[in-house]
């Protein structure tokens, strides 16, 4: 880290901010997210009540410049409109470059952007930073896989649109018997099946040591449709611990 960034826990840059910008729409579902920077690169993180947290990943090769401190945990909670509104700040169509500024814990972060269809232009943003609250952690390390999914996020979506609105209960049975997955809807008054087998045009990879019953509340599933519209898979899986979790995977 060269003089002009020592003084700060945090700065990159990157060609344009629509990347992050739009990533940060895809789990907008909370007013704040937890911002942290790691050395792999930038993750942003949403939770709801404990039950569902969505995660934005952004790795240190796609900025033009990225520096962390390794010595200190950079990680603040930062509100998402407001990230996003400086993010466009020229307007939507408008591609600006960005620069990104965290000198310690409780500062402000720094935006630089600069509209590239207009010469000797930029503004500056500070947007005030809390200390974040903990996250649940989802991952068990220690656990092993039981059985895990993995469709395509289009087909997927397209799914999740003609599901009824009544439905409340999304349930899905993966067996290494046929039908290997079968995806149950519940409502107040109906119930929905659909089978498809392991061969299945939308099924990328299959895999189940037994048969296994996941059940997810279809409000928290529609959460993450904005992120499966930028997504080209989702996987589902199921471990010997009790942590289950669903997650898109970007294009």
């Known amino acids: 880290m060269d003089e002009g960034t020592s003084q700060y826990y945090f700065t990159a840059s990157m060609e344009s901010g629509k990347i992050l910008c739009s990533l940060l729409k895809a789990i907008q ?15 942003l993180t ?27 945990d950079v990680m603040f909670k930062i509100s998402i409109a407001v990230l996003a ?14 620069k990104m500024y965290y000198r310690c814990e409780g500062s402000p972060l720094l935006l630089v952007l ?7 232009v930029m503004t500056d943003c500070e947007i005030s930073t809390q200390t974040p609250d903990s996250l649940l952690d989802l991952r068990d390390s220690d656990a092993d896989e039981v059985a895990k999914l993995v469709l395509k996020a289009p087909a997927f979506l397209a799914l999740l649109a003609d599901l009824e609105r009544s439905c409340d209960v999304f349930e899905l049975n993966l067996s290494p018997e046929h039908p290997n997955v079968s995806i149950v809807t519940y409502g107040m008054q109906d119930q929905s099946c659909i089978d498809m087998p392991k061969s299945s ?51």
């Open 29 to 43: 579902f909370q007013e704040c997210a937890v911002f942290c920077a790691m050395t792999e690169g930038l993750k």
């Open 46 to 72: 949403v939770e709801e009540g404990k039950c569902v947290q969505a995660s934005a990943y952004v790795p240190a090769d796609n900025f033009t410049e990225y520096h962390v401190r390794e010595d200190v």
């Open 85 to 98: 509104e400086c993010l466009n700040i020229f307007g939507s169509a408008e591609e600006s470059s960005l």
């Open 114 to 120: 600069q509209p590239q269809s207009v010469h000797n």
């Open 201 to 251: 045009d939308m099924v990328v990879s299959f895999s189940c040591e037994r048969a296994v019953t996941l059940r997810y509340q279809l409000h928290h599933i529609r959460l993450v449709m904005k992120a499966l519209a930028l997504s080209s898979k989702v996987s589902s899986a199921q471990h010997t611990s009790p942590l289950r979790g669903s997650e898109p995977t970007p294009s």
